[in-house]
């Protein structure tokens, strides 16, 4: 039963309507996946009985013959999305115990159109990390390891989702991107992840982390797997006056896989200093395969690339440090046990340094500094005139004619768990180094698994497409996902 | 429409052991904004509900909420801009400003800090009749409200009600334009009566939908002059802020104590320190809440959760020509139509309602005559049931019936206000009344000379003694009156007393 849940989306959709296999046989195929899969931690709120009904449902629908493409698809959620009286803490201690009493609007508009819930998955806390490691539920790890069989990190902040999918406990999860959240561990677990245009996806119901640059994507085995989710998850949401008023197209429908005569730029900003050999070959290597489809490579320059990191790490604290302040113990969640005179102050203190972890604090001391007064312009307002200026070198880059940028995904594959431990938190956060200016610019992306590092592990390339241009990009990425025919699953260990 | 014209007030002058000192206040008003719905969710505003009951998820903060303007407190927001004469921005921003506490959920208040929705504005603030300043207004922004917090319902804990949190407040910020307690609270009412009329806060203080916070400094005669000739705050003394006062009384007790504070602090040799100040209205004292050091370091940042607030000029446009007649103009109008005093279309003026009742009243023929029967009978009959407008027994057109009947002689003033009273007390249309219980008045001369001709026979003695002294013969006219019932017209009886005791 377990070959099941190795189904694409489109490979589970066309068997479902061909009625060669039922919604509740896929279903019960991940839950006996996930049973057996704990040694992953990918998953950390188990909603079986949920996910059984919702089968059920999804085969009648199935069998009257009304079903949408992601009808009877077995998917896992990401901890920072609120499902309805399911268990949500956003991988924190201070959320503890709490359970929403409503419905992100993105997992609403999947269980509308027939998706089948599995569980709630492990990601880093309040999704600040870049390894899982952050998360109150310890480290969601790696389906594949190295030569030297040490654990590996699948990556974050969306860890448990990209470690699911490598795995094939689901067909597909949720992830969600603030600066390389999905694009990171897809890369590092040889998975497609796809960062639609901020704006795309609502965020209302998604736990908020820096809210100018949160936006939810899927996090699949395949480009066109992303293009069908993606239909499912997107669409204006008057409830997120951020949310964009466009039509969703028929993102699937765009993968003709002809891309003759466009332009891919790439950009020589990214070709970082002290770039692995193995993710310079492999940039050049796609580059050659977008070029034998018929595109144009061109050689571009983003001349403010190297000022996106600091920028990122100025303007995503300052937004968390002000979004987490209402976790303060008062009406849901984590709250200390108070000493005798303890006061409103003492309950604050206490509840936040409980609740939050190291890393989360972290970030949350540094937006309230950048945002304190004599500091704001230096660092917050710097920081967003250096994010216009990033927006701009992209806009310019797709003025002259360029149809999609090429750039790595991460600087290096997955990395062992623990192994940044005594790192400085700065070494961390360069792993975000390709991905955040994405973020700032508001730009879609997507990483698609091309080849094995040296160690054996998979590396990434990643594509920046136009804004409100997904349908392009995924066509873009499917031709290179295509041409590169990454076809390597990690050994089954656990 | 009249030109009114009006002189400078003098300001406030505190005469200290050192010199004379003049008193500087500028004023942020917080107006609740008349609306169902709270500025970014879809809850009630309802006052006097159940604790936590007009909560939406929103406002309680929980994870994943977001805010989504209400396009309704926009609209009361640039119809109060547009009342106060004010600049209209069509680009505004929110921001958010952060702090901790257990009635603020999300952490941070949502407000205007850079780009306010309304700019530069004025208020006539009339002091007495040909008196009056005109207080300059900075901004207007929009924000939230915040909850309440209750420290005295338990001994070991506080509760929390949140259903204000989030209700939409209009902060109103005047320039340093007012120079007295008097003044400041002037400002106030009129402020508060351009809301009430423009239907955007319904100015009830005792609820909380109006407070004040008030900035109070004292400086030397001269000082201020120099201030407004060049805009530097150079020239004025340092302020102290008085929070959250929510009655005219308190606010200006509370601008003459702390300024009187300041004045002996200053004539001490000491300084001022620029801080935020508590107004305790038992010990008639201001007390500092934080001083500068202490203050609050905001970290307003623009919200991420909303786009900037963009207008078009023609919504604008038609809020504008929507407006209703402001106070200045209808009592401009008033004096102008009717004929009215400037004390009675102030006071005729001073809530719509009166306005409203008036003008029906009016429509009776003689509006000067409505003004006095209002202002007089009305609402001293009012005030002794303690009654407001609203529950009036006598409806304005029953007053107008009233007023008709005296314009046509029909009835004398006095008889009017007998006629008054039945109509207060029993209802009815006057007319009618007056109709069925003979109340007219007698204007038939043979019939009234029929009644002094008998009095006259009746008393010879009364009749030697008026004709040596005129002036009794008052008398007779009494008896006349009482004779037909104070129906006969007094003046048709006056003549004839004179005629036939040949005076």
């Known amino acids: 039963m377990g070959e099941l849940a190795k189904l694409t989306i489109a490979g589970a959709r066309d068997a479902l309507r061909k009625g060669e296999v039922t919604a509740v046989e896929l279903t019960e195929a991940c839950l006996s996946s996930i049973a057996e899969a704990g040694a992953l931690n990918a998953f950390v709120h188990h909603t079986p009985e949920i996910a059984r009904a919702q089968a059920a449902a999804a085969d009648d629908r199935l069998k009257a013959g009304d079903a949408p493409a992601m009808c009877g698809i077995p998917l896992g959620v990401k901890d920072l999305f609120c499902t309805r009286g399911v268990p949500g803490q956003a991988a924190s201690r201070i959320l503890e115990g709490f359970a929403p009493e409503y419905e992100s609007t993105v997992t609403a508009k999947l269980w509308e159109a027939g998706s089948v819930m599995l569980g709630k998955l492990n990601m880093d806390e309040f999704a600040m990390g870049s390894s899982n490691e952050t998360s109150v539920y310890g480290a969601a790890v790696n389906p594949w390891k190295g030569t030297d069989g040490k654990a590996l990190t699948p990556g974050g902040s969306s860890g448990g989702s990209a470690a699911a999918v490598a795995a094939d406990l689901c067909l597909a999860a949720t992830g969600t991107d603030t600066g390389g959240s999905i694009r990171q561990p897809a890369a590092f677990t040889g998975t497609t992840g796809l960062k639609p245009t901020y704006g795309r996806c609502s965020r209302w119901g998604i736990v908020a982390y820096a809210s100018s640059l949160d936006q939810a994507g899927p996090m699949t085995k395949t480009v066109r797997d992303a293009a069908i989710m993606l239909g499912a998850m997107a669409g204006h949401d008057p409830k997120d006056s951020t949310s964009a008023d466009l039509a969703v197209p028929d993102f699937e429908a765009m993968l003709t896989g002809d891309i003759r005569g466009q332009k891919i730029g790439i950009p020589r900003e990214y070709r970082v200093e002290g770039m692995r050999d193995d993710l310079a070959k492999l940039w050049d290597e796609g580059a050659a395969m977008l070029r034998d489809a018929g595109a144009e490579i061109v050689d571009i320059s983003l001349p403010h690339t190297k000022y996106a990191?600091?920028?990122?790490?100025?303007?995503?604290?300052?937004?968390?440090?002000?979004?987490?302040?209402?976790?303060?113990?008062?009406?849901?969640?984590?709250?200390?046990?108070?000493?005798?005179?303890?006061?409103?102050?003492?309950?604050?203190?206490?509840?936040?340094?409980?609740?939050?972890?190291?890393?989360?604090?972290?970030?949350?001391?540094?937006?309230?500094?950048?945002?304190?007064?004599?500091?704001?312009?230096?660092?917050?307002?710097?920081?967003?005139?250096?994010?216009?200026?990033?927006?701009?070198?992209?806009?310019?880059?797709?003025?002259?004619?360029?149809?999609?940028?090429?750039?790595?995904?991460?600087?290096?594959?997955?990395?062992?768990?623990?192994?940044?431990k005594n790192a400085d938190p700065v070494e961390m956060y360069l792993n975000d180094v390709f991905t955040v200016t994405l973020n700032l610019a508001g730009l879609p992306g997507i990483a698609v698994p091309v080849g094995l590092s040296g160690e054996g592990l998979p590396m990434g390339l990643q594509l920046i497409g136009r804004p409100w241009e997904e349908g392009a990009l995924l066509n873009q990425a499917q031709v290179l996902e295509t041409a590169a025919g990454f076809a390597a699953k990690p050994g089954k260990w656990w | 429409?009249?030109?009114?014209?009006?002189?400078?007030?003098?300001?406030?002058?505190?005469?200290?052991?050192?010199?004379?000192?003049?008193?500087?206040?500028?004023?942020?008003?917080?107006?609740?904004?008349?609306?169902?719905?709270?500025?970014?969710?879809?809850?009630?505003?309802?006052?006097?509900?159940?604790?936590?009951?007009?909560?939406?998820?929103?406002?309680?903060?929980?994870?994943?909420?977001?805010?989504?303007?209400?396009?309704?407190?926009?609209?009361?927001?640039?119809?109060?801009?547009?009342?106060?004469?004010?600049?209209?921005?069509?680009?505004?921003?929110?921001?958010?400003?952060?702090?901790?506490?257990?009635?603020?959920?999300?952490?941070?208040?949502?407000?205007?800090?850079?780009?306010?929705?309304?700019?530069?504005?004025?208020?006539?603030?009339?002091?007495?009749?040909?008196?009056?300043?005109?207080?300059?207004?900075?901004?207007?922004?929009?924000?939230?409200?915040?909850?309440?917090?209750?420290?005295?319902?338990?001994?070991?804990?506080?509760?929390?009600?949140?259903?204000?949190?989030?209700?939409?407040?209009?902060?109103?910020?005047?320039?340093?334009?007012?120079?007295?307690?008097?003044?400041?609270?002037?400002?106030?009412?009129?402020?508060?009566?351009?809301?009430?009329?423009?239907?955007?806060?319904?100015?009830?203080?005792?609820?909380?939908?109006?407070?004040?916070?008030?900035?109070?400094?004292?400086?030397?005669?001269?000082?201020?002059?120099?201030?407004?000739?060049?805009?530097?705050?150079?020239?004025?003394?340092?302020?102290?802020?008085?929070?959250?006062?929510?009655?005219?009384?308190?606010?200006?007790?509370?601008?003459?104590?702390?300024?009187?504070?300041?004045?002996?602090?200053?004539?001490?040799?000491?300084?001022?320190?620029?801080?935020?100040?508590?107004?305790?209205?038992?010990?008639?004292?201001?007390?500092?809440?934080?001083?500068?050091?202490?203050?609050?370091?905001?970290?307003?940042?623009?919200?991420?959760?909303?786009?900037?607030?963009?207008?078009?000029?023609?919504?604008?446009?038609?809020?504008?020509?929507?407006?209703?007649?402001?106070?200045?103009?209808?009592?401009?109008?008033?004096?102008?139509?009717?004929?009215?005093?400037?004390?009675?279309?102030?006071?005729?003026?001073?809530?719509?309602?009166?306005?409203?009742?008036?003008?029906?009243?009016?429509?009776?023929?003689?509006?000067?005559?409505?003004?006095?029967?209002?202002?007089?009978?009305?609402?001293?009959?009012?005030?002794?049931?303690?009654?407001?407008?609203?529950?009036?027994?006598?409806?304005?057109?029953?007053?107008?019936?009233?007023?008709?009947?005296?314009?046509?002689?029909?009835?004398?003033?006095?008889?009017?206000?007998?006629?008054?009273?039945?109509?207060?007390?029993?209802?009815?249309?006057?007319?009618?009344?007056?109709?069925?219980?003979?109340?007219?008045?007698?204007?038939?001369?043979?019939?009234?000379?029929?009644a002094v001709d008998e009095i006259i026979a009746a008393n010879p003695a009364q009749v030697e003694k008026a004709k040596a002294n005129p002036k009794l013969a008052g008398w007779f006219v009494g008896q006349v009156m009482k004779a037909t019932g104070g129906k006969a017209n007094p003046k048709a009886v006056n003549d004839l007393v004179a005629a036939k005791l040949a005076l």
Request: hydrophobic share 40%; aromatic share 8%; net charge negative.
């Open chain 2, 1 to 450: 429409m009249l030109d009114l014209t009006y002189d400078t007030p003098k300001p406030k002058v505190i005469s200290g052991a050192t010199g004379d000192w003049e008193l500087v206040i500028g004023m942020e008003i917080h107006a609740q904004v008349s609306s169902e719905a709270k500025l970014f969710s879809g809850a009630s505003t309802r006052f006097g509900a159940e604790p936590n009951s007009n909560v939406a998820f929103v406002d309680a903060a929980m994870p994943g909420m977001l805010p989504v303007i209400n396009e309704f407190c926009v609209e009361q927001a640039v119809r109060t801009g547009l009342g106060l004469k004010a600049d209209i921005n069509l680009v505004s921003a929110f921001d958010r400003k952060n702090y901790f506490y257990p009635d603020l959920p999300q952490g941070y208040q949502i407000s205007q800090l850079y780009h306010p929705i309304v700019g530069e504005g004025e208020v006539l603030v009339e002091l007495s009749e040909g008196i009056a300043r005109l207080v300059r207004i900075e901004r207007i922004h929009l924000e939230q409200d915040a909850g309440k917090s209750i420290h005295d319902m338990d001994p070991h804990m506080s509760f929390v009600d949140l259903n204000r949190t989030g209700v939409a407040l209009m902060e109103i910020v005047s320039r340093p334009d007012i120079r007295g307690p008097e003044e400041a609270a002037a400002y106030v009412g009129k402020l508060r009566q351009i809301l009430r009329y423009l239907g955007t806060c319904d100015g009830n203080m005792q609820n909380g939908n109006l407070r004040a916070d008030v900035n109070v400094s004292v400086c030397r005669p001269g000082q201020y002059e120099k201030y407004q000739a060049t805009q530097d705050f150079g020239h004025l003394g340092t302020r102290c802020e008085i929070k959250n006062m929510n009655s005219m009384r308190f606010i200006q007790a509370a601008i003459e104590v702390e300024a009187r504070r300041q004045i002996a602090i200053l004539e001490d040799g000491g300084k001022v320190d620029q801080e935020t100040r508590l107004y305790d209205p038992d010990k008639n004292e201001t007390r500092s809440l934080r001083s500068k050091e202490e203050a609050h370091d905001y970290r307003y940042f623009p919200c991420p959760d909303l786009m900037p607030l963009e207008i078009e000029q023609g919504w604008v446009d038609d809020i504008a020509a929507a407006l209703p007649e402001l106070p200045d103009a209808k009592k401009a109008r008033f004096m102008q139509d009717f004929g009215l005093t400037d004390y009675d279309a102030a006071v005729l003026t001073a809530e719509l309602e009166n306005a409203a009742f008036f003008e029906k009243a009016a429509q009776g023929g003689d509006g000067k005559l409505a003004a006095n029967w209002v202002i007089n009978e009305l609402f001293g009959r009012l005030k002794k049931d303690d009654r407001a407008i609203a529950d009036s027994p006598v409806s304005p057109e029953q007053l107008a019936g009233i007023i008709r009947l005296i314009k046509s002689d029909a009835i004398s003033g006095k008889i009017a206000k007998d006629l008054f009273e039945i109509v207060y007390t029993e209802g009815g249309d006057p007319e009618a009344i007056v109709e069925a219980r003979g109340m007219k008045q007698v204007t038939d001369t043979g019939a009234i000379e029929a």
């Open chain 1, 309 to 420: 990191l600091p920028a990122y790490y100025v303007i995503a604290p300052a937004e968390a440090s002000s979004n987490l302040a209402r976790y303060d113990g008062v009406r849901y969640g984590h709250r200390a046990t108070l000493a005798q005179g303890d006061g409103i102050t003492e309950m604050y203190e206490k509840t936040r340094a409980e609740g939050f972890g190291p890393e989360v604090r972290r970030r949350i001391m540094v937006g309230t500094y950048v945002l304190s007064a004599g500091f704001y312009d230096a660092y917050y307002n710097q920081a967003r005139k250096v994010r216009t200026l990033i927006k701009r070198d992209f806009e310019q880059a797709f003025a002259a004619g360029i149809d999609a940028i090429l750039a790595p995904a991460t600087p290096t594959p997955a990395f062992a768990l623990g192994g940044m």
